[in-house]
């Protein structure tokens, strides 16, 4: 059975830094790439960072503006996002997805597709 477990949400204040944690489980180490994805209410989600286990290419939404950093613990099996100098906007549901590039085509941040989701977990930065 496919899981991914995230942890690590919160409340923070603006400026502050989070680290989110997701667990993935249930398929092969190099199968999927990760993502993280956002969501706010009333609008569509959004990718925020993904890396490639195999290659540890790793990608960013142009609004992270070098704020958050993606990484894996391969002993452990674990993808995290550091999130620093963190903003009210940031505020938001953030998902941990196994995610595979378009046919064909090279994996980026805009163009990932997911396969499977966790359960999110809510980031709140207060003003």
């Known amino acids: 059975e496919v899981q991914l477990v995230e942890s690590g949400g919160g409340l923070v204040q603006a400026g502050g830094s989070l680290r989110l944690s997701c667990a993935p489980s249930g398929f092969a180490y190099n199968e999927y790439a990760i993502a993280w994805y956002r969501q706010v209410p009333g609008k569509e989600r959004e990718g925020v960072s993904c890396?490639?286990?195999?290659?540890?290419?790793?990608y960013y939404a142009d609004f992270v503006e070098g704020r958050f950093t993606i990484s894996t613990d391969d002993a452990k099996n674990m993808v995290y996002l550091q999130m620093n100098s963190l903003k009210p906007e940031d505020t938001a549901v953030y998902y941990c997805?196994?995610?595979?590039?378009?046919?064909?085509?090279?994996?980026?941040?805009?163009?990932?597709?997911?396969?499977?989701w966790g359960q999110g977990t809510q980031v709140t930065v207060s003003s």
């Open positions: 890396i490639s286990r195999g290659d540890g290419s790793t």
């Open positions: 997805a196994a995610v595979l590039p378009p046919p064909g085509g090279l994996l980026s941040i805009t163009a990932m597709y997911p396969e499977y």
